[in-house]
């Protein structure tokens, strides 16, 4: 027998965890396309057409989400309205949980501590971003909301900014909601921070221009931000993890994330790029700082497998 496993970026309450599809949790999860719409969307006309191509096996979606459902309340909630938190269901989700389940795995591994008793900050860098806090083995915060487009800047995407600017730029007729949805999702990010050069970390370290500077000067200091906002959710700080495309093959970013975070006793890593998962750190550092490299599609496979199980 065989099964296909799916990524699904947002969840929302629709699928709090690993789900098979049906018709009608398909027509839930439509329901929340316009809240991850550049992954949904395109997730889901994946699995209409994998369902066509495959339709003797069972198709599972695995959420993003999931990871972070047990999000304690005071990392989930807004300070917004509770009539419109209530109306609308406005929460903090958080995403990359695909990433960040298979680095806490891994991590603890490579620490020799069960995942069950560690104590994690992670950092999921590439194409989005993100950072989250890993008490116990279980997420405690994460800076990825209620969308993916909440917390550090992004390759292209803006992260968090001022919601007072944004009121601003919709008020009177500067900007379009069109044209703010598009400026902040496709050419902001590393991309509006150099210029327009690029939103890739391989060529803004290559380039050495000024616009480069700022923009991986502006994405270390935010990270670096993030990680020790994150740091306080813990009692102890076992290990920084570094993952995504840039964590895994950008070590000037690693480093100057690194250097930002003496307090929390991290030193900058000693050894660049790997051929595996495992330690930049110096031998005997206060702080290991790990990478890990991002296999969602193993964990989708993973999940996916575990959730027939329990059926
Ligand atoms: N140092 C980097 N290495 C790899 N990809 C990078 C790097 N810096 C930025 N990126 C961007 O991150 C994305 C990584 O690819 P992909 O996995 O498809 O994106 P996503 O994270 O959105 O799933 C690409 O858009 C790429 O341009
Ligand atoms: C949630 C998210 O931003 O995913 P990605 O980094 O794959 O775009
Ligand atoms: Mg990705």
């Known amino acids: 027998m065989g099964l296909a496993g799916h990524r699904l970026v947002h969840g929302g309450r629709a699928v709090q965890a690993p789900a098979v599809v049906d018709d009608d949790l398909l027509a839930a999860v439509r329901a929340y396309q316009d809240l991850a719409p550049l992954h949904v ?104 909301g209620f969308t993916p487009l909440e917390g550090v800047p992004m390759s292209k995407r803006s992260g968090s900014v001022d919601p007072g600017m944004l009121l601003w730029l919709l008020s009177g007729s500067r900007l379009s909601l069109g044209e703010l949805r598009e400026g902040l999702e496709h050419r902001s990010g590393l ?28 994405f270390a200091l935010r990270v670096s931000r993030e990680i020790a906002a994150a740091a306080t959710s813990l009692d102890r700080l076992d290990a920084l993890v570094f993952t995504g495309e840039i964590g895994w093959d950008q070590p000037e970013v690693r480093d100057a994330v690194c250097r930002r975070l003496a307090l929390l006793g991290i030193e900058p890593p000693v050894r660049g790029n790997l051929d595996a998962d495992g330690f930049v750190s110096p031998p005997g550092a206060r702080v290991p700082v790990l990478v890990i490299e991002t296999r969602e599609e193993l964990e989708v496979a993973r999940e996916a497998l575990a959730a027939l199980r329990i059926r």
């Open 41 to 144: 969307p395109p997730a889901l006309a994946l699995v209409e057409a994998a369902r066509r191509v495959l339709p003797g096996v069972p198709h599972v979606l695995c959420p993003d989400t999931a990871f972070h459902a047990g999000l304690p309340r005071e990392a989930a909630t807004y300070a917004l309205p509770a009539e419109w938190r209530r109306r609308w269901g406005l929460r903090r989700y958080g995403f990359h949980g695909l990433s960040y389940a298979r680095a806490v795995r891994r991590a603890s591994e490579l620490l020799g501590r069960p995942a069950a008793q560690a104590h994690l900050v992670l950092t999921h860098l590439g194409g989005g971003a993100s950072v989250c806090a890993v008490r116990d083995g279980r997420s405690v915060d994460t800076s990825m």
């Open 191 to 218: 991309l509006g921070l150099s210029d327009g050069l690029s939103g890739d970390t391989r060529e803004l370290v290559a380039s050495g221009s000024d616009a480069a500077e700022l923009a991986l000067g502006v």
